[in-house]
């Protein structure tokens, strides 16, 4: 099929101020189904879960139906699918329940490829358990993570390997079933930061080679919320801090208090959006995702294929996202523009093109730009070619 930006485009509300926006990475825009469940949630009947008052019932239906859509958007099951603030939050609350059965010479490995977030909770749990923490290099020239990078720092002692599955600095997707299947090799588990990439891919937990996976509706169209999904069996096995009379089930076991039902309800209409995609997909709502996720991609290769032709013309540009392999996200700087001025100038013309390092600090330092980061473009479902022409024609006009 042809993908119908237009359609996209005028179910998203904040379109309509006419900003050129790249900043998806960050946060996506929401459309406007996903706010009419939000309030839908929010003006009928709503209780702690139950089944006696409509209320109760209501919010147990919204946590089922959230729990089914997010299974079927990453490729697991309904009972696996836990809910947090953030997956940031989800990550640090996974990582001291893992370390309570880590101690001295036992070894954890994250990435410099990574968002701090998959990072700092791993990091900070090994060293307060006793553990060293084993640094995975990524290649600057290049971007790529390789599985030779894993393999230098493997070890029998390893007992957990986190990578992301997408950098949301540089794009770059590694060969995850190959690092999966390094790490397993090595005895460890195998967690996976999916919040960049679940934006722009298929998302199958078994194939990916996790153990367990996070990521973020707001990142794909729905509102501020965590996930965490893993294998059943393993999820079973570990006892997270929780209060007494909470539940001991799976995956209630790892809620902290009442859920955002209102969020939830919007989780899981972003998840028929994305199903959407393609009008003419059929089949359950897993075959529709696939189908529209490879229309998804198609639209986003062509407009990453239009945005690197324009910036290989403009003087100056240097452009960070090499990877063979890589999301529809482009790291640049210009040369004699601090990233914050090229930020300023686009949006002063506006186009939303933030500058930073995006809390992706390891990578901005791999590649040696520090703090100050570069200017970040990310493509979402509503990005359309008018966009990125109006980001090359503002550009050209940096040093005028």
């Known amino acids: 099929m042809a993908y119908d930006v237009a359609a996209v485009r005028a179910r998203v509300p904040a379109l309509k101020s006419g900003t050129a926006r790249f900043d998806a990475p960050g946060g996506t825009q929401t ?42 958007l990453l490729g697991t099951t309904p009972g696996t699918v836990v809910f947090g603030r953030s997956a940031t939050q989800l990550v640090y609350d996974l990582s001291r329940t893992l370390a309570k059965g880590w101690g001295p010479g036992d070894e954890v490995v994250v990435t410099r490829l990574d968002h701090d977030s998959n990072i700092r909770p791993w990091t900070q749990a090994a ?18 993570l390789r599985p030779e990078h894993l393999r230098a720092v493997l070890s029998p002692r390893t007992r957990l390997v986190a990578v992301t599955a997408a950098s949301n600095l540089i794009g770059t997707v590694p060969d ?14 195998f967690h996976v930061d999916a919040v960049h990439y679940a934006s722009h891919a298929v998302v199958d937990l078994a194939a990916l080679g996790a153990d367990t996976l996070v990521c973020s509706p707001y990142k794909f169209l729905g509102p501020h919320l965590g996930v965490l999904t893993g294998r059943a069996e393993l999820l079973e096995s570990l006892r997270p801090d929780k209060l007494l009379p909470s539940a001991d089930t799976v995956p209630e076991r790892f809620e902290l208090g009442t859920l955002p039902y209102e969020s939830l309800a919007g989780a899981r209409a972003a998840v028929d959006f994305l199903a959407g995609l393609d009008p003419e997909a ?7 995702l696939i189908a ?6 198609t639209h986003e290769r062509a407009l990453r294929a239009r945005l690197e032709e324009g910036l290989a013309e403009l003087p100056g540009v240097t452009v960070y996202s090499r990877a063979a392999h890589r999301t529809p996200t482009l790291l640049f700087t210009v040369a004699g523009h601090r990233p914050a001025e090229v930020y300023a100038h686009l949006a002063a013309h506006g186009v939303d093109a933030p500058a930073g390092s995006f809390y992706a600090v390891e990578a901005a330092r791999a590649l040696g730009l520090g703090a ?29």
Do not use: K, M
């Open 31 to 72: 459309p406007q189904p996903v706010i009419d469940a939000i309030a839908a949630a929010l003006t009928a009947p709503l209780a702690n879960r139950g089944r006696h008052t409509e209320g109760e019932r209501n919010s147990d239906r919204i946590v089922t139906e959230a729990r089914s859509a997010l299974a079927d």
């Open 127 to 144: 060293e307060a358990a006793g553990a060293t923490v084993r640094w995975a290099e990524f290649d600057p020239a290049t971007g790529e």
């Open 176 to 189: 995850l079933p190959a690092l999966a299947a390094l790490a397993h090799r090595a005895g460890a588990l």
């Open 282 to 288: 059929r089949g359950t709502r897993r075959e529709r």
């Open 292 to 297: 529209s996720f490879a229309a998804l991609e």
């Open 372 to 400: 100050e980061g570069a200017v970040r473009v990310g493509l979402a479902p509503y990005s359309a070619p008018e966009d990125v022409d109006r980001l090359l024609t503002a550009l050209a006009l940096l040093n005028d």
